[in-house]
């Protein structure tokens, strides 16, 4: 999620953990504790392979194996010097145990991917649920936040913690509701074409959970299709694009292309784009316009030995990744996408 709701979402759930005495304080220190996995950032700037920046964010900050050490350090380090810690330290205890594992929780209900279980090498997990940004889920976290920090003893701290607390994860089963509607028209809409078992995922278009995008893996390419919660009626229509499956095995073999196959769970598109190997994250944009795209690989020429003879053949040659510019404006997107989400097109509907 983004790192305004990590804050307040942080110091929501540590103030209904902690005692009301020291509620604001830790509404202050649930802000600091659910930021602390996202400190990854920081080193990872240094580093000057974008691709590495990418995979290799929520990753080892972002273990459920490893936090709870963490967490269980910091509180043993903040209980010997005494304060509030020492004076309620079981309450405090899961105050940082709770609000920090809260961190890769939340992150794993977006499609960004998070890697909750390194240092298995499993695939991130990304229940993609939830936009990365989204405002309503935000204001939740934020009003309860506001309230506990203007009356921190009062019962109607205690209130708006609760509701908080109770909307905010009730937002998260509603985002899993409309995602499982989404799964079942687009099971629909793809059996007649026995797709339904092929490789796809859904995720909210951005700032919202009413309209969602779904992307199907195709031999030839991949499907993509929308759907609004809301207005949407009829069958699921699904627009086809091709590609070449050929440039994929190309980018499985650099070792860029096989980490953002991985990262991706293979949800990508490679074109080959003036002599470059360009491999497209599918999770995060739409067609034609995706906010992660990289080049990984430029072609060479190289004679193969054949019963014919030497024969040119093309070799794609790795070369440091090259991170493109995100090219998708939303200033543009977004009142059509706000439309869509109300207006079933009417091409779409029985």
Not at 225 to 232: L, T, W
Request: aromatic share 12%; with cysteine.
């Amino acid at each position: 999620m983004d790192s305004l709701t990590h804050l307040f979402y942080g110091g929501v759930i540590a103030a209904a953990i902690a005692p009301r005495a020291h509620r604001r304080a830790a509404l202050l220190a649930g802000m600091a504790i659910n930021t602390l996995p996202d400190l990854d950032v920081i080193p990872l700037r240094l580093l000057a392979d974008p691709v590495a920046q990418m995979t290799c964010h929520r990753g080892v900050t972002h273990s459920m194996l490893l936090l709870p050490f963490v967490a269980w350090a910091l509180w043993a380090w903040f209980r010997r010097r005494g304060g509030r810690v020492a004076e309620a330290p079981r309450r405090w205890f899961w105050v940082f145990m709770l609000t920090l594992l809260a961190h890769p929780f939340i992150d794993a209900f977006t499609v960004y991917g998070t890697q909750v279980l390194w240092p298995l090498p499993l695939p991130p997990t990304m229940w993609s649920s939830l936009f990365i940004i989204d405002p309503m889920f935000l204001l939740v976290w934020l009003l309860a936040f506001v309230v506990a920090m203007a009356a921190p003893r009062r019962r109607l701290a205690d209130r708006a913690l609760v509701a908080g607390l109770a909307l905010g994860f009730g937002y998260l089963g509603w985002s899993l509701v409309a995602k499982w509607q989404v799964e079942r028209a687009a099971d629909r809409a793809l059996a007649p074409m026995a797709l339904q078992d092929a490789p796809r995922f859904s995720v909210p278009m951005p700032f919202n959970t009413l309209l969602w995008r779904v992307v199907v893996m195709t031999p030839d390419g991949y499907l993509e299709g929308e759907r609004s919660v809301v207005a949407d009626r009829g069958p699921m229509r699904f627009r086809a694009v091709p590609a070449d499956a050929a440039l994929v095995e190309a980018a499985r073999s650099v070792s860029a292309g096989a980490r953002l196959l991985w990262f991706n769970h293979h949800f990508a598109r490679v074109d080959a784009v003036d002599g470059r190997l360009r491999l497209t994250d599918l999770r995060m944009g739409s067609e034609p316009d995706y906010t992660f795209r990289f080049d990984i690989a430029e072609r060479s020429a190289q004679a193969v030995d054949t019963a014919e003879g030497p024969k040119p053949a093309v070799v794609w040659r790795a070369i440091a990744p090259v991170q493109l510019k995100w090219p998708w404006d939303a200033a543009d997107r977004l009142p059509a996408m706000w439309t869509r989400i109300w207006r079933e097109p009417v091409d779409s509907a029985d």
